[in-house]
């Protein structure tokens, strides 16, 4: 595990771009597994930058992003398709038909569950899979409690996700329930993790999950047997360690 701190927001979002960019140009072919949330906004941004100066493309790369509400369409505004949409993808050179997210208006879990985990499969694997952590130490939307050998599934989020979800939305009764995520399995299926955090919110999280017990309570905890994890964070993230 290798752990980079950037001096605050700006600074990690472009460490972070770089060790992306890093595995774009080494392999043009890369399948990216993408996360939504705050964190990732300034290192898309990056990205977006540096491909308008021509210096990454993205013509042959393939993504697959960790989660989606359920019963939310790729055209609403709070849509994890859409979010993708407007934060990286309608901005760079990528094959649309090349991205994916799961399908949120298939109302049948396990149906749209077991699709996603063939186009995962389908497209060979995730080369490099960047995750946010939750200050629950959730990752993707797998809340503590989960199996870590579950693939992609339908779960009910927890009060604190949605309490800290419920900003994007106009109330917190807007929030979705329920999410499908990939499982744990498929994260650590991933060759290679690259895992952001940054703010004081984020430090107990970090740090259970590097030092503390693996366990499905701190669900980011099971990294610490992933062969090939980074982590890029600002101090306020890391300042328990
Ligand atoms: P955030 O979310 O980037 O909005 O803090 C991260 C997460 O909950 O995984």
Redesign the pocket.
């Known amino acids: 595990m290798v752990i980079y701190k950037g001096k605050d927001y700006k600074d990690v979002s472009r460490k972070a771009a770089n060790i992306m960019s890093a595995q774009i140009i080494m392999n043009p072919r890369s399948v990216l597994g993408l ?1 939504t ?4 906004v300034g290192m898309y941004q990056q990205l977006i930058e540096w491909y308008k100066k021509g210096d990454l493309d993205f013509s042959k790369i393939t993504t697959v992003n960790l989660d989606e509400y359920k019963g939310l369409s790729p055209d609403n505004d709070q849509s994890y398709r859409y979010f993708m949409d407007q934060n990286l993808l309608n901005h760079i050179n990528i094959e649309k038909s090349h991205t994916y997210v799961p399908n949120g208006m298939d109302e049948d879990s396990e149906r749209a569950c077991k699709e996603y985990d063939k186009i995962i499969s389908m497209v060979g694997g995730i080369d490099m899979q960047l ?5 629950n130490g ?3 939307f797998n809340e503590p409690g989960v199996a870590f050998e579950k693939e992609t599934h339908c779960v009910n989020l927890t009060e604190s ?1 949605i309490k ?1 979800n419920a900003r994007f939305f106009k109330s917190i009764d807007d929030v979705p329930k329920q999410a499908y995520t990939m499982g744990i399995k498929n994260i650590m299926s991933a060759k290679k993790i690259l895992l952001i955090a940054t703010g004081s919110s ?1 430090a107990k999280a970090i740090y259970d999950s590097l030092y503390g017990p693996i366990t499905p309570n701190v669900p980011a905890s099971i990294l610490q047997l992933h062969p090939d994890v980074t982590i890029v964070a600002d101090e306020d993230a890391l300042q328990l360690l």
């Open positions: 996360a949330g705050s964190t990732p995750l946010g952590i939750g200050g959730h990752i993707g996700t800290a984020k």
